[in-house]
């Protein structure tokens, strides 16, 4: 994990924790990686969204092999900078799953309950495979036991907005990942 910086160029976040060539050069080996382990075969991506959509589309134009894409829309964290407790589906799939390679694809992995509620109700509908891509991996939030088979980088506990991650709504569209202010972690700031 680098260390974090402080930075002019981005007045709302009290720290740059991954900038944006990190997450090219990352995302590029992330491909690179789920393209061998997958060896050719057709994958079927699930994207939650909204966290995960850039990340999700940058990924996607590493890996060659044949693939489909469906989303799915929880809620989890709502105008907060804690997690709710309870994950909700809001959109589900409209893909059949089953007897298909499945790459289940987050933002973040930080309590687990989200992507433990997902990977149930994939696996139910009886996938030929299910692995699970992040990008980012909050070990220190872990409520239930969950690991991903990729991820993109190990951040501390902290509140990250950028790259795709929000609070309440803003600050997706930042280029790189970092720590939002204090003082701008209220809902409607």
Known sequence: MPAARRSRAYPELDSVLITEAEIRRRVRQLGQQIRRDYAGE????????????????????EIDNPM???CIRISSYR?????????RVIQSLTLDVRDRH??????????????ALVSRLVRKLRPASLRVCVLLDKKGRREVPFEADYVGFSIP????????????????NLPCIGVLRPDLQVAGA
């Open 102 to 115: 499945v790459l289940l694809i987050d933002d973040i992995l930080d309590t687990g309950k989200t992507l």
């Open 68 to 70: 489909r894409l469906d």
């Open 79 to 87: 105008n907060k900078t804690k997690s709710s407790g309870r994950p």
């Open 157 to 172: 506990n902290k509140f990250v907005v950028g790259y795709g991650l929000d609070f309440a709504e803003r600050y997706r």
């Open 42 to 61: 057709p994958i079927t991506v699930i994207a939650i969204i909204n966290g995960a959509i850039l990340f999700v589309s940058d990924l996607m134009r």
